[in-house]
């Protein structure tokens, strides 16, 4: 793949959790999220992207969201459960995407706020319609999905990089 080839970035953040006596990495998913997550893995599904990798963090919370987000996809991407993901500042995340290959065009993060809210902020020097708007409206609540096209290399991935192309939470289904 050229350095010109287009590639797409959907950035997902995990679905609402509960609050039990557990670390908060442990966390798992409220009532509320586990109806989430599907309805986030059927708007993906409808997106139309085939990803190729999925980038998963090791929180519970966002491996119980792509458990039920992924069985909607019509396609399985491979899966890396990625440590590095938990409370990473947004330039800990765009290294994270430079370090993708370039095999990869299209690629999923599953995360956490405030870094996926403010890494998509960062990339999105352009947006389709009001998604911007949007997006600065809410906020990037649970289950939020926002998704970002650019062309290049995934080491040429910096702030202002791309298009946001959709900005979806479950309150728009």
Known sequence: MSADTPRRIALLRHAKADWPEVSDHDRPLAERGRKDAPAVGLK????????????????????????????????????????????????ELIALLNETSDEVSNLLVIGHNPGMHALADALAGRAQGDTLARMTRTGFPTAALAVISFTGSWKSVQHGVGTLLDFWTPKDH
């Open 44 to 91: 993906l599904a409808e997106t139309g992207i085939a990803f190729d990798l999925a980038l998963c963090s090791t929180a519970a919370r966002t491996r119980e969201t792509w458990k039920l987000a992924v069985q909607e996809l019509p396609h399985r991407p491979k899966t890396a459960y990625e440590e590095r993901l938990y409370e990473a500042s947004p330039g």
